[in-house]
């Protein structure tokens, strides 16, 4: 049996106090706990793939378990917390030639792990309405987005600060110094993800910056139904970025229009390990909601020598980007289309669906007089199970059918049952 187990502890335990004040101060009182089950299946289809590779399927069934732990506070003006993150994940189904589907590391032999494992510890300290963390890290920001698409979650390691002192306005800042992946149990250099050669499907700046800085806030007002955000983020000698960004929902009678318009912009930072850097991306979603019914539609357009940077590879909050294909090659256009209900309102409660269509255009491939297209559709369908002793239960299905005239055409299912239990 292969196995991938390994203990990463980020992070400092409180030390200096005894256990009994701890638990009687908070730390313990106010503590909580879940484990979430998640049973992941996917299935990637990619027949027409060129080159040498002979690997024409990605398909593998895996188990995942996520425990999630956070502390309460000690008493006193300054508190003092502790977080674990402990993750777990097994394989059900695998084989070396239907292997990096991102659910389970692989090794050098070509097979997948049969488990592996691993632990963060975060120490956090709170004043007032400010919270300083150290250790294992999971933000969700325009600019470096909390990546849990697959069958565990990625984290980064360092040192985080957030504030809420001023109602409405939230500030953030940090340093990381290593990034894990969804199927990794190592603590990893953070690199730059570049697309300046879309034909290339390994369009990868293979440089890594020792940190990666961030700064910004959201600001909600107007009954928090209009946000204000601004963020700039660098990666050490690699690249700096930043965003600007405004969400706001108006109800008009029995309907709710909303607006997500968000631009960033960036440039080589520091050394330029990775070369002269230009990028610009604007995107807007604009959606409609009327009972359980909700439209959207989007555009995106990319601009400037490269397309949209990222740490590694990421998901990032753009307007168009879905699970397949993201939408920001040099200079791409691209509209979407989309279509949420909520059967609730027809009398089936837990059931959703989602149904997405982007097209992309005027796509520089770097090939004199060849303009690269592409296209995706997405149908997700949710179900929530009600009652009975798999109440809460979720079942999801994804269908994806993705076809480009310079990447590879794709076809892809995903299966994911997720159960949150609490534990206290």
Request: proline share 4%; net charge negative.
């Amino acid at each position: 049996m292969r196995r991938e187990l390994q203990l990463t502890l980020s992070g400092t335990i409180i030390g200096g106090m005894p256990l009994v004040s701890i638990a009687e101060s908070g730390f313990l009182e106010d503590a909580t706990a879940t484990l979430q089950l998640r049973n992941y299946y996917f299935m990637r289809d990619f027949s027409d793939l060129q080159g040498s590779s002979k690997q024409s399927k990605s398909e593998e069934w895996a188990q995942g378990f996520i425990l999630n732990f956070k502390s309460g506070y000690t008493q006193g003006p300054i508190g003092f917390g502790l977080d674990a993150l402990g993750l777990l994940g097994v394989k059900l189904d695998s084989s070396r030639e239907r292997t990096n589907t991102a659910l389970l590391p692989v090794h050098s032999d070509g097979e997948a792990a049969d488990e592996y494992a691993r632990l963060g510890l975060t120490l956090k300290v709170r004043f007032s309405d400010t919270e300083l963390k150290f250790g294992e890290q999971t933000p969700n920001l325009p600019i470096l987005a909390h990546t849990d698409n697959r069958l565990l979650p990625q984290t980064y390691q360092g040192t985080t600060l957030t504030s809420r002192e001023i109602p409405g306005l939230t500030l953030q800042a940090g340093r990381l110094n290593s990034a894990k992946t969804v199927n990794s149990t190592d603590d990893g250099e953070m690199y730059a993800w570049i697309i300046n050669d879309p034909i290339n499907p390994r369009r990868l700046a293979n440089v890594t910056g020792d940190h990666y800085n961030y700064i910004g806030g959201d600001y909600s007002f107007n009954a928090n139904r209009t946000t204000l955000s601004f963020w700039q983020g660098q990666l050490e000698d690699i690249y700096q970025q930043r965003f600007y960004g405004i969400k706001h929902a108006l109800p008009v009678g029995a309907w709710t229009l909303a607006a997500d318009i968000g631009y960033y912009t960036a440039q080589d930072d520091g050394d330029t390990l990775a070369g002269s850097l230009d990028n610009q991306l604007l995107y807007g979603l604009f959606s409609a909601k009327y009972k359980g019914h909700t439209f959207f539609v989007g555009y995106q357009g990319v601009y400037g020598d490269d397309g949209f940077l990222r740490i590694g590879n990421t998901l990032s909050p753009l307007g168009n980007e879905l699970p397949t294909y993201q939408f920001s090659a040099p200079d791409e256009r691209s509209w979407q289309v989309r279509y949420d209900f909520d059967f609730a309102t027809v009398g089936l409660p837990g059931l959703t669906s989602t149904l997405r269509y982007v097209e992309g255009d005027n796509v520089d491939t770097g090939s004199r007089g060849f303009e690269g297209e592409e296209w995706e559709r997405d149908l997700d369908l949710a179900y929530t199970i009600q009652s009975g002793p798999l109440k809460n239960v979720n079942i999801r299905w994804r269908n994806a059918i993705a076809r480009s005239n310079y990447a590879n055409d794709i076809d892809e299912n995903r299966i994911i049952i997720n159960y949150a239990i609490k534990l206290f």
